[in-house]
């Protein structure tokens, strides 16, 4: 709890107090005008912040070299979230090596706590937290990711390769 | 009567029970693959070890009787390691796809694994490379890779299915289930061997990729498919009911069901059912609350019937349940003095046919409970009566308590021709038939329940009466006959919701879910 | 020849007449039907140029009233029933312990190298199949190779050669 | 020293014709058969101390009298479905002695009051099947076999029912699936055949060499018999030698012989400059010795038993020092993984896991723990089946890598064979 003490005399009158005040704000600014580099805060949003590898952001599911999804639709991913914010809809694949594959799978950001669990459940590499969190939408519906944002969106450039590759997996029996 | 000890417990079994089956009634575990209860011994997992106190070899419990004194154990180490390695044995060859398969959850190698199993593989060379993604027919999807080869499959189509459609071709570890040169498994019971497969090899095609099993609740009910009412268990979550699988009841069907039973979830599901109580009368539909619509209508009939009762009919299909006839034939036939009461009988011409196993003619699942509601008013007119009565144009109003499941009636449309000649039908029913409401110049059509929502019990064709509870709420109007009634009875609610005897009721349907239901008994062998 | 067996995959097999009579007499020959199963594909690989197809099966299926699946199993089971087109000359070099020690894998290496066949293939001209087999039983004379139904033993590779040779143009002309 | 009790008139080549066969003595023993009680003929087997020669050595009287003593028709069958590799003395007396055999099997089946018999022959064998058929016709013929047998009450029918490829055949419940039309795999035990076997009646299953050693004991009594042999393993035995020795084939000896003097005596010893390896005694399934051991063995079920391997089917494998034993043991393993009918998984999984495991060991991948590994496995496998081919695939795995275990660690480290430099897959 603040302690509010009876002020003094000497600070009933307030000019001391705001002189000290105006020092420390021009003796910022100064330092700001003339040391640029050195500035804590940052122009956002044409400036924005570079966080550690580590970071969990947005997801991003990745791909196989021929471009098509990694996920296998295990919903491993889902089972684990604790938020209950990934839905996926499985479907069978034409090609037999592939067996089981996404239709649709869909992650409410909203709902998400950017805990990394799905990221750690998957038994495939196939999805990964990304470095990206600032992404503003104008209505709530756009924050339902589908696959077409989480694997295809513009700044991934056609697709994060999963470091799994298929036919070794097939090649031992997994 | 035998005594045995079995890992110390003293445990009686009847005479030419075998270790396996002693273990099983006296609760204790046992790894096993290859022995099902409902087919013969096999012998070939190799899991199901024992020692037994004076044989120097471990012997396999599935074909070994129970003798007097005989002092068994499958704790030892010499047991556990030989589990251990079996279960090995089993997954030295076994593909690690779990993520994308369909049994992951209720898998067998799964479970047991987790419980006998040895944790550390050394198998370093490749796998045995089997096809995948085989199609055997119009249900079922076969993995060779992950079958292991317990041959229950092949036995339920040469005991019980008796169409020796499966067999196991080549030897030693290219051994592999398939049918003769793509010769499809299509008989009626091919998807019993889903459910016994203790592996992920052999899956349903109507399930496939659908849901993750954990996500899935099971409810104990029995089938209305038919009129042999086998016990089963529907498996749904907060999206719809999603499969049907047997439930083991000795009197009725033993551990199987037939594939056309295994549809029945699909007519319980949202997207085919009628929503919301409507009225529609010249081409104008409403839709109404049963609290507004229903005191209304009663009062309606009530009027009518007293007024002439030859001008109201009352239609009964076999698909309801006995409560629900009592209550409806009570208010009617006892309190109101109505006489028309028809029995609509959707295949008369197959209704005693009987495939030996346990498909049945008669599509529904009460008509014995119906016909012993009718006999013990006297109600004896027949369908030609109604037809006669309708050609005369005597009938006014006409309340049909219609199909649940519409897929076994073929002969709606024909029948609705010949309600058309009443100028208000009250058609009740859990699913959508398009038409219905052209057919009279007033149509009111009430949602009802199916037998997964509601509480009520069901005689079979050998007169057992077997009770069913309320899965969950799937079309929130729906009605079940009894709540019709109350609603048409307003000022006397819920008395016409008769005791039922619960002496003859089948008590195994009331034993409660086991708290977490995703350990309950999933995928247990 | 070979595109004749492969055209035989799809047609439909039938028994010679004196085949049938003998599938009708292995039928109540033995205490049971299915005893009969063993005789009767040997008659059909001898009247389908050396192999049991599947139509061969389907047809057995048919005149025996046995489920094709079954009989399927069984063929499948034994080696002795080729499932696959072989050549005129069906060459089984035995390659188990006791020729083994006798240069019996050798020799099955020679033969495939010198008829230039993989093992278990059929020769262009449809007259070789060379495969390399388990014991044959005739270990005090090894090595030794099985043609058809006759046993060739205390082999060296030009021995074999020759016979195979002798026998090609025996039953090439 | 051979004794031919059997084998004495094998060279004379009339001796396969019922005529020639009758020259001999043929069929008078039978006559004199019919004339004794049944239990009397059961009991001058089991005096003689005959143990079934096909493999595991179970007394042939003792068998016969497992059968239930009702009235029940009744099976005899003839095992010759010799696959076991390094066994072929069963051919040979098949294309030989047709009599012999038949005589031999009319004699038990009238012991054990059969009335139906088989001789089921491995399906390669298409000479010893014609022979016996033939010789199955003569017999006919000459009113040997069928209705009332020379004059006497008992009638009795025999047939020739050839296999198909499949070692598993020769497992006795194996036979019977394979007989019943069905794929040859065993069956589980209980019930035993003696019980419950061909087409669930009771079954006598022999092999030929047991069945044939019935017609000296008819004839001379279990005495005589017994002067061959040792007190245990009486009676004289054909043994199939093969591999590297000068004069490999079949020789009859009395039971108990020393090894030593069947390689070196009767078959002439090793190729010049070769030196003794190794023996495997009965057949490929039989663990293997090697030769400071071989030239301590007798060949009697005992004293094999007692240095942890056995008679089998007396199949005698010699291997010189030119060999190596990884290669062979890969041989090995490679047959079972073959010839494992996929039934029990211990089975199915691990001839399959052995071969691959030599395998790579033989392609020069192999890695230390494997050899650990291999006898691990085996020992899992051991036991654990409903027949005995899993202890058959497992037993020489065990008895190669003990004997023989720094050939396989050389050749893991070094990626090439001992003995002969170079790797399997640079040969």
Redesign the interface.
Known sequence: MSVVKNPGSASKWYLPGITIGLVSTFSTMIKNLFGRNKMITLNYPEEKYEYGPRFKGNHILTVKKDGSLRCTACMLCATNCPAQCIKIHAAEHNDPTVEKYPISYEIDILRCVFCGYCEEACPVDAIRMGPEWQTPALSGSNFTYDIRYLAYRPNLKGGIQSRLDDEERHKVGI | MPKCKINGKEVDVPQGTTIIEAFKASGQEIAHYCWHPGLSVAGVCRLCMVQIEGQPKLQIACNTEVKEGMVINNNSETVKDTVRWGLDFHLINHPLDCPICDQAGECGLQEQYMQFGKYDPEMAEHKVKKCKVVDLGPTVVLDSERCILCSRCVRFTDEVSKTHELGIFERGDRSEIGTFDGKPLNNKYSLNTVDICPVGALTSKDFRFRQRVWYLKEHNTICTGCSTGCNVKVYYNEEGCWRVKPRYNPDINGYWMCDEGRDIYKFINKKNRLQEITMTEKGVSKVFQAEELLPQLGLELKNAVQKNPESVALILTGQYSCEEYQSLLNLMVKSWGLKNVFHWVNHPESMEQFDGLLLRGDKNPNTKGLLNELDLLSLTQTWKDLEEKLHRNLIKHLIVAGPENLATFSDVKEKLKLFSSANKLIWLSAGIFEGVSSVCSQVVQIPTKTFFEKEGSYINHKGMKQRVTPGVEIVKSALSLCEFVEGLHHDNKGAHFQDMDSALVDTKLKEPLKENFFTATRGSL | MAEANIQNKNNLFQLSPEGKEFVQGELS???????????C??RCQKENQGWVS?AC??YLSQIMEI????????A??????NKEPVGRLHIQVC????C???GGRELADHLCQTYSLNAGEVSSDGMLTISRV?????????PMM?IN???HENLNPEKAEQIINELRAKYGS | MEVKLLTEHYHRPEYRKLSGYKLYGGYQVLAKALQMEPKTIIEEVKASGLRGRGGAGFPTGMKWGFLPSNHEPRYLLCNADEGEPGTFKDRLMMEKAPHQLIEGMIISAYAIGSQKSYIYVRGEYFDSIRILREALAEAYKAGLLGKKILGSNFSHDMDVYSGAGAYICGEETGMISSLEGLKGQPKLKPPFPALQGYLKKPTIVNNVETLAAVVPIVRDGAKVYRQNGTEKSPGTKLFSVSGNVVRPGNYEVPLGLPLKELIFGICGGLKPGRKLKAVIPGGSSAPVLTAEEALRAHLDYESLAQMGTMLGSGAVIVIDDSHCMVDLLGVIAHFYHHESCGQCTPCREGTGWIDKILHSILSGQGRLQDIHLLERVSEHMMGKTICALSDAAAMPVLSFVNKFREEFEFYVREGRSKVRGVSHAQM
């Open positions: 020959r033995y205490e049971n039907k299915y005893s009969a199963i063993i005789p594909l040997y599947p099966i389907r489920p094709e699946a079954h009989i399927w199993e069984v499948k089971f034994y080696t002795m029933f390659c188990n312990i006791s083994a020690l006798n388990e014991c044959l039983g005739s270990c005090g004379t090894a099985q139904e006759s046993y």
